[in-house]
């Protein structure tokens, strides 16, 4: 009995024995670990796979290490799972056979996507959007697409995180929402919402949570907060405006807005709830010359630019920063019938285009007061009706509706002064353009 025992026991050790290699482990335990040094990370992690599917979430540069090692003579496949917002990460080495030892020659190096620049150009009389890809160096476009949108699309506003794009109908009383890929600069219809009567422009407030209309036949604003994630926007309310708005801009604050009334000749002032987005008349309406057709705020937000279409002038205004309240600082004198205004990110060149002499003026701005200095005027296409800058004000686009273009400028930041670089094709009566960067 005690000799079986024995036996027994001794079979029991050599088994084990023989099932063991020679690393120390069991033969069906894996042994080896598989690493990888990442490098240029910033404040996005990386999430890496191997073999589709051992995940691995890296937070900071240098090594890491899968959680699942590998058995001698497996292989392993080390991709990129979810790249870090901004950046692209490549990995190197990524694959091989486990021989013996652990891995550790994977690198990933991510780096710093270069900036896409989209436009979008509401085509007022074929009813279309057309997309556009921006050279970031030459200021050249190249045509994406063209979608259909409701009836005369007449102004456009994108989400200041670019992932969505808002186009006011003037004779469809609608607002119509996309999204936008950010990898390719294409549109797909999300929805639309109603408006009031003849929406002519909309504008999107700096948080991107609400956005606001100009409704010109029924003298009204509507106010809609914004569904960050879908993109989605819903009815806050109206506000009474003065008669036929023909544009709306939000302060670069966030907490007032200025419309233009195109036949009551004044500016009127709302203040901002932040909660709600809902508007509400806060200053007696200032007083602008025939026909003011929009409102541009100074990147700073100490000024105000309205063009006076039957005037031939812009008015300039100092704005109150606690009240909001406008008063009129200076008149120029612009070419004729000046519809569009755009000013620099430094603050120090105004840009005018005037419809009905087919140009565009550069002005200088005085740091003090806002006051407009003519510098020189440059030819555009056929009936120019809007001037939108590029996101680091380098290039002018202006939408050109009588001769279905884009005139292309680009801007001398010492002197303002532009050259015209080239056309871009549009679909029919561009009305204006809007621009959005992606990091």
Not at 361 to 379: D, E, F, H, Q
């Amino acid at each position: 009995m005690h000799n079986s025992l024995s036996r027994l026991f001794l079979l029991m050790v050599f088994l084990f024995l023989t099932s063991c290699d020679g690393s120390g482990g069991s033969s069906s335990t894996p042994t080896y670990s598989v690493s990888a040094t990442v490098s240029g990370l910033g404040s996005y992690p990386v999430i890496l796979q191997n073999n589709g599917g051992n995940s691995l979430t890296v937070s900071a540069n240098g090594a890491a290490t899968f959680s699942t090692a590998l058995a001698n003579g497996a292989t392993y496949v080390v991709t990129v799972l979810t790249q870090p917002s901004g950046l692209t990460c490549n990995v190197n080495n990524g694959t091989g056979t486990i021989s013996g030892a652990s891995v550790t020659n994977i690198t990933v190096v991510c780096t710093v996507n270069e900036a896409k620049q989209y436009a979008y150009v509401a085509n007022y009389s074929d009813n279309t959007i057309s997309a556009f890809s921006l050279n970031s160096n030459s200021g050249v476009m190249s045509s994406i697409s063209s979608i259909s949108t409701g009836t005369n699309p007449v102004s456009s506003a994108v989400l200041p995180s670019g992932r969505y794009v808002y186009v006011a109908n003037y004779n469809g009383n609608s607002v119509n929402m996309y999204s936008i890929n950010n990898d390719t600069g294409t549109l797909t219809a999300v929805g639309w919402v109603a408006t009031g009567v003849n929406p002519v422009s909309i504008a999107v407030s700096p948080s991107g949570a609400f956005a606001y209309v100009a409704n010109f036949s029924d003298n009204t604003v509507s106010a809609y907060s914004i569904n960050s994630s879908t993109g989605a926007l819903t009815l806050v309310g109206n506000v009474t405006t003065g008669t036929n708005p023909n544009s709306v801009v939000v302060s670069p604050s966030g907490a007032f807005v200025y419309v233009a009334n195109w036949s009551s000749n004044i500016v009127s002032v709302y203040s901002i709830n932040t909660s709600t987005g809902a508007l509400t008349s806060v200053t007696s309406s200032s007083t602008s010359g025939s026909n003011p057709n929009s409102v541009t705020i100074s990147p700073s937000g100490a000024f105000a630019y309205v063009p006076n279409f039957n005037a031939n002038t812009v008015y300039v205004y100092t704005i109150n920063s606690t009240t909001g309240a406008l008063t009129t600082d200076s008149i120029v004198a612009t070419g004729t019938n000046p519809v569009s205004v755009a000013v620099l990110p430094a603050g120090t060149f105004a840009y005018v285009v005037n419809k009905g002499s087919n140009t565009i003026s550069v002005y200088s701005i005085n740091s003090s007061t806002g006051a407009l200095t003519l510098k020189s005027s440059i030819a555009t296409g056929t009936t120019p009706n809007s001037v939108t800058l590029s996101s680091a004000g380098t290039f002018a686009y202006v939408a050109n509706f009588g001769s279905n273009t884009v005139s292309v400028y680009s801007i001398n930041s010492t002197t303002g002064a532009l050259t015209a670089v080239s056309t871009g094709t549009t679909g029919n009566g561009p009305a204006m353009t809007s621009i959005t960067t992606i990091n």
